[in-house]
């Protein structure tokens, strides 16, 4: 999808997901057993309905948070910043 969009930072963006997604995995399987433990983990369609989307939510969010720090220039040296 990047490469058609011939988006020039796409290595970084991999590179930076490689890191993010096992702690987006990890947050997403937190977020999905917090959500079924407020249906009372029932076997109910409600349930697994709300457990996909908090874990859809939270995997979206860690592939934008990988987009957006590769989108952060990164600053420049001898700035004097930091």
Do not use: N
């Not at 796409?10 to 995995?25: F, H, N, Y």
């Not at 917090?34 to 697994?48: D, E, I, L």
């Amino acid at each position: 999808m990047l490469a058609a969009a011939g988006d020039d930072r796409r290595a970084g963006t991999v590179r930076i997901l490689a890191v993010l997604l096992p702690v987006g995995a990890l947050a997403a399987t937190a977020a999905g057993v917090g959500a079924a433990g407020m249906f009372g983990y029932s076997t109910a369609p409600a349930t697994f309905v709300c457990v996909v989307a908090v874990v859809a939510a939270v995997l979206t969010a860690t592939v934008a948070l990988a987009r957006l720090l590769t989108q952060v220039p990164a600053p420049a040296a001898g700035t004097g910043t930091g």
